[in-house]
């Protein structure tokens, strides 16, 4: 709570300060004086430190101490907002309401936007997710003020952390109390909410959606659109009537994608990096797109690829169109370098924060639109997407027009400057501008006139900001001026006058200048208004534009990297030829190619492998294409054929969740339990390294009740990298278990990576060869060896001959039970003799096994 001292002796001003401040406590409060945006109190040493503003300080009353202060100037408050915003803060602009030269008494003020992080619509960004939760469910909403997107479901917990990761939003609103942690897997602002609000929100949305109730807007059950209230009204209360479009909400159609689980996003690296960077991602090797809109999409499908085959055929047929008319493909391309971002100038009409400016480029992107159009229709597309996007795009050619005929080509950056209306549009603006320019005719007329009325050549009329327009006459002249000369000032060698009539001149000018002032902006508004009935129409063709660009940016990646297209299937199979991975082969030269064969019969791949040999890449990449191959992407390989999968699960690197707050090896089982609980037999699971975040013992057993676990009872195709060579045993129990390994070659005691995934398991793990060419002191490396040595048993990792150990001493037990078991009583001299032999038999094997 703000704590404010007795307003009795603050100063006016301030008493209204803390007035708003006691308002908005959870933000700074930008508080505009003149030309300034002022902070005070703490906030002036927030400023100054994060904006690196001067602390200054001002009386703040009588017999009371100064206080701090600093300033943004206003023209150029956006930048420092948005610093301020992106590092997280909330920020509450009070505007002066009035002319402070015409205000009696205290300047009137109000709180005219509240900017969030979830709500900076002007910027690019992520937007808001809202969580209401009852019970065990979790009813999620995602609203980007930037594009207008609203979405909501129900979830289990798990399913809503999902939910949120998938939107990354930049503040996260929840009902007060409501256990989500989010902040362990996302950086956002929590902003908390009471109940009262959701339902408040709920009424304002029914009323300014026009519904009645949930199901007019597709969901099941009301409680579904509880978040979507809660995050509306909150949408609505910061912004005012800054608000920017927001289109209905719809249900989150999940069921149409495959579900790419948040490790698996993060583990692939999808949008960006381990280290949060967005130019090491997936996006940013396959992005070819050219619109902000198109941008978007295409990050929104590399989350959500398309779950059918028939969807993921038509995306596939519509890219191979653009893909085989080279011609109009570039052609597209030439247009959608200009575009501008369609969906975002919407948002900001409708946010009452465009700019005259903003407009132009409105005209600018709508005449592109219809050019397009225009040039689509007549050559016509073939494929279903294509054809709905082209029905999608409207001709809004006359808003443009519209735009065109009412605005200059360059206008003015701010609305009130005047001098943003073209001449032609408004008889009575065109009157007003020609007494404008005719007035420093009239003027000269005039002071001639005087001129040869007073006889004093030299008189002169000017004009200054403080004063209007006076007669000047040197002090020689003096005696010659006529006495309706009224003196306003003396200078040293001169004085100066007014008289009746040039007042009344001045007083014309002025007022016609501020009618122009106040006309254009009423004809700007009501060019506004025209725009904003459109508002709908440039949203949907703003989508199309956005899903040309998405199939486009496939289409030209395809033909400039010579991909492939993969043959789509619903056979449980992933058969590729010669793949590489488009991300790490970006960055390695000389990425050596592989082939993946998994079909129903060779459902598990085992890979095992010294470290370093490119076991990891290889199971993201069977991962990532498969991915790319439900966007209706083409791929890098020779041949594919990828049968659809309805979830992908990944369970990669280690550390990456430590901010949850537990244990790296709780954590990595956490994250095993939620695959095993969650996957199908349509899944896609991959798997690296499970388990060595415990003992080794523990690693094995895990790691092969899991994959036995899968075999029996998810039966999904998987791929695990794993170091535990006792694992590929499984291969002998479950057929559809195969074993593989990274080659390598030994020259001369050095290890050679050759990359080549081959039949088999791996001899051992070469630790301590990578540790030496990884430079670990030459010391520690002869230890390591006579350590390894100490096994007798070349080239066998520890780990190997541990894990032998448990198997043995499983077979010992078997043996003894076996003995212990013996009805002596009931044995036949005979049947005596073939368990002794069977017995010495077991016992041989038994002993020949730790090879
Ligand atoms: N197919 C490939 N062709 C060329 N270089 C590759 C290939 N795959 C991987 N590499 C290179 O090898 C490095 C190590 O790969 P990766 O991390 O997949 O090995 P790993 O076997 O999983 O190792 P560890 O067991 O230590 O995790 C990669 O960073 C990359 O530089």
């Known amino acids: 709570m703000w704590n404010t001292p007795s307003d009795d002796d603050l100063t006016p001003m301030l008493s209204q300060y803390h007035h708003f401040k006691r308002l908005y406590p959870d933000c700074l409060l930008l508080f505009r004086l003149g030309d300034f945006y002022e902070l005070f109190y703490e906030d002036a040493h927030i400023g100054s430190k994060e904006l690196g503003l001067v602390l200054t300080s001002r009386p703040s009353g009588k017999g009371r101490e100064r206080i701090p202060m600093c300033g943004v100037p206003y023209h150029s408050s956006s930048t420092y907002i948005n610093r301020l915003v992106s590092k997280g803060y909330k920020v509450a602009i009070c505007e ?104 408040e929100g709920l009424r304002v949305l029914f009323k300014d959606f026009n519904v009645y109730n949930s199901k007019a807007l597709g969901f099941e059950s009301q409680e579904e659109l509880i978040p979507c209230g809660g995050a509306y009204l909150y949408l609505k209360n910061t912004q005012k009537s800054f ?122 992107a709508l005449f592109l639109l219809a050019d397009l159009r225009e040039k689509l229709m007549n050559v016509g597309f073939s494929s279903e997407v294509l054809k709905e996007q082209l029905q999608d795009m409207e001709d809004l050619r006359d808003i443009a027009l519209d735009i065109d005929t009412t605005l200059v080509d360059d206008p003015p950056l701010h609305l ?13 603006l065109d009157h007003l501008r020609d007494i404008l320019r005719n007035s420093e005719k009239l003027v000269k007329e005039y002071e001639e006139k005087l001129r040869k009325e007073t006889n004093i050549q030299s008189l002169k009329i000017g004009y200054n900001r403080v004063m209007g327009f006076y007669i000047e006459v040197t002090k020689p002249n003096l005696k010659h001026v006529p006495k309706y000369f009224k003196r306003r000032q003396t200078l040293s060698n001169s004085e100066r006058f007014i008289t009746d009539e040039l ?33 709908e129409n440039i949203a949907k063709s703003a989508q199309a534009i956005g899903y040309l660009d998405y199939i486009q940016s496939l289409a030209y990646l395809a033909l400039e990297q010579g991909w492939k297209k993969p043959i789509i299937t619903d056979e449980k199979v992933i058969e590729i030829k010669e793949g590489k991975h488009p991300l790490i082969c970006a960055f390695v030269k000389d990425y050596v190619p592989n082939d993946t064969h998994i079909t129903e019969d060779e459902l598990i791949i085992v890979i095992t492998g010294p470290n370093m040999a490119g076991k990891s890449s290889y199971i993201r990449q ?103 060579l006792e694992i590929t045993k499984l291969e002998e129990r479950f057929p559809c278990i195969k074993n593989y390994h990274m080659a390598i070659s030994k020259n001369q005691d050095k290890l050679l990576f050759l990359y080549r995934l081959t039949r088999g398991k791996a001899e051992g793990s070469f630790g301590i060869e990578v540790a030496k060419m990884a430079g670990l002191p030459e010391k520690v490396i002869r230890r390591a060896e006579e350590i390894l040595s100490e096994y007798q048993v070349p080239f066998l990792e520890k780990v190997y001959i541990q894990s032998v150990h448990i198997e043995k001493e ?18 036949t001299p005979l049947q005596a003799l073939m368990i002794l032999s069977e017995l010495k038999e077991r016992v041989k094997t038994l002993k020949e096994s730790l090879i």
């Open 96 to 199: 002066q309401l009035e002319d402070a030269s015409q205000a009696k008494g205290i300047v009137k003020r109000d709180v005219i936007r509240v900017i969030t992080p979830g709500t900076y619509f002007e910027k690019e960004l992520s937007g808001l997710v809202c969580v209401y939760n009852k019970g065990k469910k979790y009813f999620c909403a995602y609203l980007n003020p930037s594009t207008g997107e609203f979405v909501a479901g129900a979830f289990s917990k798990e399913q809503a952390y999902e939910f949120m990761c998938k939107f990354s939003p930049k503040e996260v609103l929840l009902k007060k109390g409501t256990d989500f942690e989010f902040e362990k897997l996302i950086k956002a602002y929590r902003t908390e909410l009471d109940e009262d609000y959701f339902t």
């Open 622 to 724: 069977v991962a990532v294409l498969t991915l790319m191959a439900h966007m209706g992407s083409f791929l890098p390989c020779e041949y594919a054929r990828i049968g659809t999968v309805s979830s992908l699960h990944a369970r990669i690197g280690s550390g990456d969740m430590l901010a949850l707050g537990v244990s790296t090896f709780m954590n990595e089982m956490l994250e095993v339990a939620s695959i095993l609980n969650s996957a199908d037999e349509r899944s896609l699971i991959i798997l690296d390294e499970v388990g060595r975040g415990t003992s080794t013992y523990d690693g094995i057993a895990l790691s092969k009740a899991i994959l036995e676990y899968i075999a029996e009872n998810i039966k999904a195709r998987t791929l695990i990298a794993t170091h535990y």
């Open 243 to 364: 608000t920017p479009f927001v289109k209905k909400p719809r249900p989150y159609a999940d069921e149409g994608y495959v579900r790419i689980d948040y490790r698996a996003r993060r583990g692939l690296e999808l949008l960006e990096s381990y280290e949060g960077r967005e130019d090491i991602s997936l996006f940013s090797v396959i992005n070819r797109t050219l619109t902000g809109m198109g941008k978007r999409r295409l990050k929104f499908h590399i989350l959500h690829p398309f779950r059918s085959k028939e969807r993921i055929l038509k995306m596939q047929s519509a890219v191979e169109e653009l893909i085989n008319r080279r011609e109009l493909l570039l052609q597209i391309r030439e247009i959608l370098e200009d575009m501008p971002d369609l969906e975002r100038l919407t948002s900001k009409i409708s946010g009452n924060l465009a700019t005259p400016k903003d407009f132009v480029l409105l005209k600018k």
């Open 416 to 428: 009130k400057e005047g001098g943003l209306i073209k001449d032609g549009v408004h008889p009575e």
């Open 503 to 535: 007042s009344l001149m001045e007083e014309k000018i002025l007022s016609a200048q501020t009618r122009i002032k106040d006309l254009e902006y009423e004809i700007f508004l009501e060019l506004k208004e025209r725009v904003l009935s459109k508002v």
């Open 810 to 827: 499983h077979k010992w037990q078997e043996i003894l039970q076996h003995i212990e078991s013996i009805d002596i009583a009931h044995t």
